[in-house]
């Protein structure tokens, strides 16, 4: 089966702790992204990657950090410098070019900051 | 800066209802339309890509249209079914060209 699959589902951070969230594609798209969710606020952009070793930072990448090694694989990295991580993480990817693209979504991981 | 604006914010109609939802954007200088279904806990699920140059879009009981000059799409949902209840989001291209501007959705809760 086709998709983007994200791992874990649920996530608990320590403070101070920096936590990864995984994410794989098997769509063989170019472009990947990653998004939050807070209630009430939509979702916001946090870095993208239209190509592999190449990534931008989005609206709220600050405390944030990813890579970009393999055409497939997108990690985000949360760090102790994001103050609020406790959200729900999407990553999405699609094919070039982007702004004509359909993009799709993965199933999601929830972070919480104990 | 684009900005998406989708209203109601949430809607309850009993099963059978014909209903429309409505979403718009500040800058009509889109490459497209997306529409998202998102059930609680989810991941989102794509429903209906419009490109600029289309003017609707049918898959089932789905239904969109795109007014890019009136910067303003609808995702129409005919004989609503409980199982419809979620919350549909709409979203375009960004500045960029690449990451999408979501509006906040709209819940909609179908009752049997």
């Known amino acids: 089966d086709g998709g983007i699959t994200q791992s874990p589902k649920y996530l608990f951070r320590k403070e101070g702790q920096n936590v990864t969230l995984s994410c794989e594609q098997n769509?063989?798209?170019?472009?990947m992204y990653w998004y939050r969710q807070d209630p009430g606020q939509g979702l916001r952009l946090i870095y993208y990657?239209?190509?592999?070793?190449?990534?931008q930072k989005g609206d709220i990448a600050e405390g944030y950090s990813v890579s970009r090694e393999k055409k497939e694989s997108f990690p985000l990295t949360v760090t102790s410098a994001q103050k609020n991580p406790t959200a729900f993480y999407l990553c999405?990817?699609?094919?070039?070019?982007?702004?004509?693209?359909?993009?799709?979504f993965g199933p999601g991981t929830r972070l919480t900051v104990l | 800066k684009q900005e998406v604006t989708q209203i109601p914010a949430a809607l309850s109609v009993p099963e059978g209802e014909n209903l429309v939802l409505n979403c718009s954007f500040t800058?009509?200088?889109?490459?497209?339309l997306q529409w998202f279904r998102q059930d609680p806990g989810k991941g989102l699920t794509s429903l209906l890509l419009?490109?600029?140059?289309?003017r609707e879009q049918t898959s089932g009981r789905l239904n969109a249209s795109l007014d890019k000059s009136s910067g303003r799409s609808t995702l129409y949902i005919a004989a609503s079914q409980p199982g419809d209840s979620a919350t549909y989001l709409c979203?375009?291209?960004?500045?960029?060209?690449?990451?999408?501007?979501f509006g906040k959705g709209t819940t909609l809760s179908v009752s049997s």
């Open positions: 999405a990817s699609s094919i070039q070019p982007p702004e004509t693209a359909e993009q799709f």
């Open positions: 769509l063989n798209h170019d472009a």
């Open positions: 990657s239209q190509i592999v070793n190449d990534f």
């Open positions: 800058d009509s200088a889109i490459y497209n």
């Open positions: 419009i490109q600029s140059s289309q």
């Open positions: 979203a375009v291209p960004g500045q960029a060209g690449t990451a999408l501007i």
